[in-house]
């Protein structure tokens, strides 16, 4: 088991320029922990009654230059206005190979911050559609790229929707309703070739992983984000779309809110993003489409859910394969007006 003890604690906060002693530490997260990959975050009390958060990681997708280019654009962001914490460098760099207990591991140390999100409501959303624009001008101004994957780039397998697996099972699901998944596969091939002048535009820096659990509040009532855990390159058009149907199916929201908080929180999260950086003609009448196939193919109806089209198909449920593919027919068909 990898560990960490007060006085390596002692001696990343020093290599840091950390002049505070550390009397305690607490893990906040540890997400993997075997020889060949490592994942722990730690809070570090500091004698003066602040903190640090210390991140260790050696994961098999993860090279130093990443973590130090990810480390730099969250810097750039808060040069340039947006509320993050602030990084510690060790000497010229942000993040450094250490040997703790054997175990190489990247580390990287920032400001601990309070405030973080609990529920995820429309005030919430429309203030990180507004903090989303804004990081996205930023990463455009200053040409900042980061070479790394994203979870929501929609010409990639990503976590949002998965028509990729649908198609991978074609042949099962066309067995039990042919002319159904020949209409569903038309007009997703259709949807597709409106959306393809999408791959060519430019791709640019984005944190890519605004979830409640990485936005906070400031004592001011400010919203902050950090973890920049999942930063790369995407087109920032698809990145908004997709952090907005993101953060309006998946957190946590008020009861009020019933069984659909989409219908509060994608309104909200969008104007906000649109009042700071208003979609082009050519994305508002792209949106409907980009969203219905969003919808139509998400991937918890996909694959996650206990009742999910492919666990039905794996489990012979013919009759509740073809509701589904009915369904997905119908999201398909449902484009929503873009955004004002």
Known sequence: MFTVTMGDIAAILSDYGVTQKAVSF???????????????????????????????????????PLVERQSQFAAVLRANGIITPTLYRNGADYAKWYSIGGYPVIVTVEEFVE?????FDAEAAEMAGRLLANMHHIAERTAFHVDNGVLFDPFT???LFLDS?????????????????EKIVRKLGAYKALLSPLCLEPRYAVQ?????????RTDAG?????????????????????????????????????????????????????TERPFSAAHSRLYPYLVAIIRAFWSADIRWGQDSLLKNLARGANKAVRAQLASIYDRLLQLDPPPV
């Not at 697996?165 to 998944?181: K, T, V």
């Not at 019933?258 to 993003?273: K, M, S, T």
């Open 208 to 216: 890519g992983d605004m979830s409640d659990c990485n936005l906070y």
């Open 115 to 119: 405030g973080e999100l609990q529920v």
């Open 157 to 159: 397998h990503n976590s």
């Open 222 to 274: 400010a919203l902050g984000v950090f973890d920049f855990n999942r930063c790369g390159d995407n087109h920032l058009f698809c990145d908004a779309v997709m952090q907005a149907l993101f953060v309006s199916r998946l957190m946590a929201y008020p009861d009020s809110y019933g069984d659909c908080p989409e219908q509060f929180i994608l309104p909200a999260f969008l104007h906000g993003y649109s």
């Open 26 to 64: 607490t893990e906040l997260e540890r997400c993997k922990d075997t020889p060949e990959q490592v994942r722990l975050i730690v809070k570090a009390c500091l004698s003066d009654g602040t903190a640090l958060v210390i991140r260790l990681k050696n994961e098999s997708d993860v090279s130093l």
């Open 165 to 181: 697996d649908f198609i991978a099972h074609g042949r099962e699901l066309s067995a039990i309703d042919g002319d159904m998944y």
